[in-house]
């Protein structure tokens, strides 16, 4: 894309991730994933550089820029390692941005800083075991004192966050859902068990356990599934932005591979085949890219981003998931051994198509907008 495109501001900021991405992540992300290692140094780097809240405003403890920049700085984090990314965009927007959009003045004050800086980091947790897509059928309930009891399953950062917005069925709302924050330490919470994935290994996924663990009302009581769709409006243009970093990763490493390896006499990038594959995957992941940065722009601007984010994800994703495979195709045997990232990017790459809605979803939230009340299916959740 190009840079005439981008202010002064979301160049700079930009390319502060990209020298921090390239120096201090991507050296580290293959060892990170074989080991499974979650990098908590450098989220307090991240923070010092004031990447931890780049989209916060300063006198919360944020960096203040606007939301595309955020987003930009996703893109490179991404580029060096999905896991990074991922922890990153959720801390942001699914746990940070919330509390600034529904917290009160004083809650803004007391939870806000420490996140934006960096020094803490903050999980969103929505999902149960018998609740995804379907996340309005979540049975974790709160009492009528707070009480948060039940199960989440796949908390990004759940092992680690100091504080985490929790979604339950409120007595004190005749059983609608409210979102209550819980902090760390907090009695009755227990990490059940981390999950071991597929990929994005270098980010922490846990099932948790809440038994009478203390959590406080954020915003209305009974807004709970407002607060978390509108999080996910805003959480899927970063997610957008991982996949668009993910595949512009694998076209940086195909692209280099093409240009060295000789077969039949010469480099494989003298053959169309090669070519015909890099010259579609640059065109997607730039088409790609144009739909996250407009979802962002739409969004900072207030207004309405809801169809505009699922587009740029739906999109985003699938050429994340379509590409890296690809660029496995063009290392041939090397890229499917661990001595390349092709084959990191390609399992970091899938999960894009399924958190924060999966692509089912994502449609039928597209096919809504455009058919209106036609499309309604009594069993489905927009998730
Ligand atoms: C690595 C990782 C990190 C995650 N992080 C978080 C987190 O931080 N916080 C959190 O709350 N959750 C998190 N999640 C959960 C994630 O958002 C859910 O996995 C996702 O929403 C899908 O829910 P599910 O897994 O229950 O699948 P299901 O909802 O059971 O879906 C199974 C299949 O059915 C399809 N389907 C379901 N409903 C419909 C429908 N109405 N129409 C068409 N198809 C449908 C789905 O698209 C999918 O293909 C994470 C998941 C992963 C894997």
């Known amino acids: 894309m190009s840079l005439h495109e981008l202010t002064d501001e979301q160049r700079e900021v930009r390319a502060l991730a990209r020298r921090f991405a390239?120096?201090?992540?991507?050296?580290?992300?293959?060892?990170?994933?074989?080991?499974?290692?979650f990098p908590k140094a450098v989220f307090a780097q991240l923070g010092e550089l004031g990447l931890m809240g780049a989209c916060v405003p300063e006198a919360h403890g944020g960096?203040?820029?606007?939301?595309?920049?955020?987003?930009?700085?996703?893109?490179?984090?991404?580029?060096?390692?999905?896991?990074v990314a991922v922890t990153v965009a959720v801390h942001t927007s699914?746990?940070?941005?919330?509390?600034?959009?529904?917290?009160?003045?004083?809650?803004?004050?007391?939870?806000?800083?420490?996140?934006?800086?960096?020094?803490?980091?903050?999980?969103?947790?929505?999902?149960?075991?018998?609740?995804?897509?379907?996340?309005?059928?979540?049975?974790?309930?709160?009492?009528?004192?707070?009480?948060?009891?039940?199960?989440?399953?796949?908390?990004?950062?759940?092992?680690?966050?100091h504080l985490l917005i929790v979604f339950a069925r409120d007595e004190a709302a005749n059983g609608a859902i409210s979102a209550f924050v819980v902090r760390r330490p907090a009695a009755g919470l227990a990490v059940a068990r981390e999950e071991e994935k597929m990929g994005l290994n270098s980010s922490s996924t846990a099932a948790?356990?809440?038994?009478?663990?203390?959590?406080?009302?954020?915003?209305?009581?009974?807004?709970?599934?407002?607060?978390?769709?509108?999080?996910?409006d805003g959480g899927r243009i970063g997610i957008a932005a991982q996949a668009v970093g993910i595949a512009q990763a694998a076209l940086d490493v195909a692209t280099a591979y093409a240009k060295e390896r000789v077969a039949f006499g010469g480099p494989i990038a003298r053959f169309g085949a090669i070519q015909e594959k890099l010259a579609e995957m640059q065109t997607e992941i730039e088409a790609a890219r144009a739909l996250t940065w407009r979802a962002a722009r739409l969004k900072q601007a207030g207004?309405?981003?809801?169809?505009e984010g699922a587009q740029a994800k739906l999109f985003a994703s699938r050429v994340a998931r379509h590409w890296t495979g690809e660029a496995i195709q063009i290392l041939g045997g090397y890229g499917y051994t661990r001595e390349f990232p092709a084959e990191r990017y390609y399992r970091d790459a899938k999960v894009t198509e399924i958190y924060e809605g999966t692509s089912e979803i994502q449609r039928l939230v597209i096919a809504r907008a455009l058919l209106g009340a036609a499309a309604r299916n009594p069993g489905a959740q927009r998730r």
């Open 63 to 83: 960096a203040g820029t606007d939301f595309l920049s955020y987003v930009l700085a996703l893109e490179e984090l991404a580029r060096a390692d999905g896991g």
């Open 208 to 232: 948790l356990t809440f038994e009478r663990t203390p959590g406080e009302l954020l915003g209305a009581r009974g807004a709970g599934m407002r607060i978390a769709l509108g999080t996910l």
């Open 94 to 161: 699914a746990a940070t941005l919330p509390l600034l959009a529904h917290g009160t003045p004083e809650q803004i004050d007391r939870w806000v800083p420490p996140l934006a800086q960096g020094h803490e980091l903050g999980a969103f947790a929505l999902t149960e075991p018998e609740a995804g897509s379907d996340a309005g059928a979540l049975r974790t309930r709160a009492d009528a004192d707070g009480l948060v009891t039940g199960s989440k399953q796949f908390i990004t950062t759940g092992s680690h966050a």
């Open 22 to 37: 390239d120096e201090a992540i991507a050296p580290h992300a293959a060892e990170w994933d074989r080991s499974h290692t």
């Open 303 to 307: 207004h309405p981003h809801t169809v």
